[in-house]
């Protein structure tokens, strides 16, 4: 018998705890995080740091709040800041860099590749202010990887030279790393080569990773120290939050799994293109397949039992560790079988 359960390539944060994560929740050593720190939340702060290779990190209930209080900590109200067009904090965040963090924001376009904005880019919107009726800009926010381009990836070399014309430019520089560990993995350098030259860093726990809650906002002890005063005064600190960060730890041991997720999507993206779909080649684990009509082919994919999501005017596919290869031959045999 052929199992029929719709294959779930919506988003990678539909990951569920498995056995061992679960076990790691339910024997969590807890105290109270509001009121002197809980030990499991600290190990995987400390952690999260090392990996990071910050100072000091703080865990949030979600890569929205860590991006939010790093805004909030950056910038003054109006102050203009500069992130590449598409990107998760202007258009996935409901505008809280604007309304919380009262930033104006100026998109840089994707003139190095997908998602990637040059650093003569920021050297030319940075500099626009002369004059004392002109804004300040004082913030990069860069998004590495770019999610809406397609899960793509800022090369070492790129990076460093963004950094660099942020610096020039007295601009400080948050990294939306929500998938950092998969650019990591897809550059073969660890995290932490990804974070040079950056002030602050959010890293999610809860999509590839597979835990499901959290995510850390990383940087240096002073940057963690206001923080943790502002994810208090947002309502996201917790008491025996413990049980949470156990399972971040063990998320953080499978850094190195995503690499099956990128296989799985380039398998993916392979066999769509073999039966005529126009698909992006995954660096990572986002698949992007440009159709005719967005909302017609997500309805026949969910009728064949293939579920996606639109995501900049085409159909994302994301791979993750709750999907096998076997389960993505299986959504290309039914996409192939339905004709879409
Ligand atoms: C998912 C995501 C976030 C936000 O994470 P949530 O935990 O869903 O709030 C931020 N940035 C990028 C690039 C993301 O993909």
Request: glycine letters at 10%.
């Amino acid at each position: 018998m052929t199992n029929t359960a719709p294959i779930d390539l919506r988003s990678d944060t539909v990951t569920r705890p498995d056995e061992q994560m679960s076990a790691a929740m339910a024997a969590a050593e807890v105290g109270d995080d509001v009121l002197d720190h809980d030990p499991t939340m600290r190990a995987l702060e400390e952690r999260a740091a090392q990996l990071l290779g910050t100072t000091a990190a703080l865990w949030v209930p979600s890569g929205t709040m860590g991006n939010l209080i790093a805004l909030m900590l950056h910038l003054k109200r109006g102050d203009r800041f500069l992130a590449p067009r598409g990107s998760h904090v202007l258009h996935h965040e409901l505008g809280s860099a604007a309304w919380l963090a009262g930033g104006m924001p100026d998109p840089l376009e994707w003139s190095a590749g997908p998602g990637r904005p040059t650093a003569e880019a920021v050297r030319a919107q940075a500099n626009v202010a002369v004059g004392y009726d002109k804004l300040n800009t004082t913030l990069l926010c860069l998004e590495n990887t770019h999610n809406s381009a397609g899960g793509t990836v800022i090369p070492l070399h790129e990076h460093a030279q963004l950094a660099a014309a942020a610096r020039d430019s007295g601009l400080r520089v948050h990294l939306d790393g929500a998938r950092v560990w998969n650019a990591s993995v897809a550059l073969g350098v660890p995290p932490a080569a990804l974070t040079v030259g950056v002030d602050t860093v959010q890293a999610c726990l809860s999509k590839g990773l597979g835990a499901p809650v959290g995510s850390v906002v990383a940087g240096s002890d002073d940057f963690v120290r206001e923080a943790r005063r502002v994810r208090k005064m947002l309502g996201g600190g917790v008491r025996q939050g413990g049980v949470l960060a156990a399972a971040g730890l063990v998320a953080l041991d499978r850094i190195d799994a995503l690499a099956e997720d990128h296989e799985n999507a380039r398998a993916l993206a392979a066999g769509l293109a073999e039966i005529g779909w126009e698909v992006t080649r995954p660096q990572t684990n986002i698949v992007l397949a440009a159709v005719p009509d967005v909302r017609l082919t997500l309805e026949r994919l969910d009728v064949a039992g293939v579920r996606a999501v639109p995501m900049s005017g085409q159909v994302r596919f994301v791979t993750h560790r709750d999907v096998s290869t076997a389960d993505i031959k299986e959504a290309l045999h039914r996409i192939s079988e339905a004709r879409i």
